[in-house]
């Protein structure tokens, strides 16, 4: 039985999360953990760990407003890959969300990257999750674009920079520099 618990910045779950955190995304997609922390102590969003009958297995850190719910990093234990958790938690958070549009970003498809095969293979687990894009790409640290996915095949690109902008104060932009067009 899956369960989601919100996870204090205090907690024990933090030593699973920083290892986590630092072994499954690429280090060039990595924010200080200090402002992650941070933004989330100051009711901007949320880390939650999920658990697995009593066992830490991964976590999720969510940006959200009124409007809109960020998906920043999801990320289950390599350990428990292809168990199902991944997909159990997407489920999980429509339900927790409910009400907000639901978006996360996933790296843009490049025959030229080398990690493309894992794009593929990213894109299509949300797609089978009902994610789908929406028309709209973000180019973030390094030129790298990503696709903005949603639960809903149109994001008001509006709504979404009102949510970056109030998660990330002026003084902390430089952490996510970040352009959003518009295919």
């Not at 790298?144 to 902390?172: G, I, W």
């Amino acid at each position: 039985m899956i369960e989601i618990r919100k996870a204090s910045t205090k907690s024990n779950d933090f030593k699973n999360i920083k290892r986590v955190y630092n072994t499954v995304f690429p280090q060039n997609e990595l924010l200080p953990l200090s402002l992650l922390k941070m933004r989330a102590k100051a009711g901007k969003a949320e880390f939650c760990s999920i658990y697995n009958e009593e066992k830490w297995v991964g976590f999720f850190y969510t940006v959200y407003n009124k409007r809109m719910a960020y998906i920043f990093f999801l990320a289950i234990d390599p350990r428990y890959h292809s168990q199902g958790f991944g997909s159990a938690v997407l489920d999980m958070l429509k339900g927790r969300y409910a009400g907000k549009q639901i978006t996360l970003s996933a790296e843009r498809l490049d025959p030229q990257a080398p990690n493309n095969e894992q794009r593929i293979r990213r894109h299509r687990f949300y797609a089978k999750n009902g994610f789908v894009k929406t028309g709209l790409y973000t180019v973030e640290k390094g030129n790298e674009k990503f696709d903005l996915l949603s639960t809903q095949s149109s994001v008001n690109p509006q709504f979404y920079q009102q949510l970056m902008d109030s998660y990330l104060t002026k003084h902390r932009r430089h952490y996510l520099p970040y352009k959003i067009i518009k295919e």
